[in-house]
Nanobody
């Protein structure tokens, strides 16, 4: 599985930004997709996760981003998105797209895209 992420950049506090990640080699629809972030000196942490088929889709978010971040999926494009609003300086990090392959619990990672929120 190869992942190609796009988006990111510099945004002011309170602003919005979107990220996207396209997978090739396997489908997000039958596996799990997510976004993680890693700030300098910190461990990589989950910010959004999505799984489920066309009938029922599940998402989960940590408290720090719940209500501000939204993960979505376009099955036709095999792409997941992360919409971020009301961004805060503490959201500054490198954001990584994740593809979790269910068959063997193997994780694939995108190249990382930097998000900087200025105060």
């Amino acid at each position: 599985v190869q992942l190609q992420a796009s988006g990111g950049g510099l945004v002011q506090s309170g602003g919005s930004m979107g990220l996207s990640c396209t997978a090739s080699g396997s489908d997000f629809r039958t596996n799990e997709g997510g976004w993680y972030r890693q700030a300098p000196g910190n461990q990589r942490e989950l910010v959004a996760r999505m799984f489920g088929d066309d009938t029922t889709v599940y998402t989960n978010y940590p408290v720090a981003v719940k209500g501000r971040f939204t993960i979505s999926r376009d099955n036709a494009k095999n792409t997941i998105y992360l919409e971020m609003k009301d961004l805060k300086p503490e959201d500054t990090a490198v954001y990584y797209c994740n593809f979790h392959r269910r068959s063997d619990d193997y994780d694939f990672w995108g190249q990382g895209t930097e998000v900087t929120v200025s105060s």
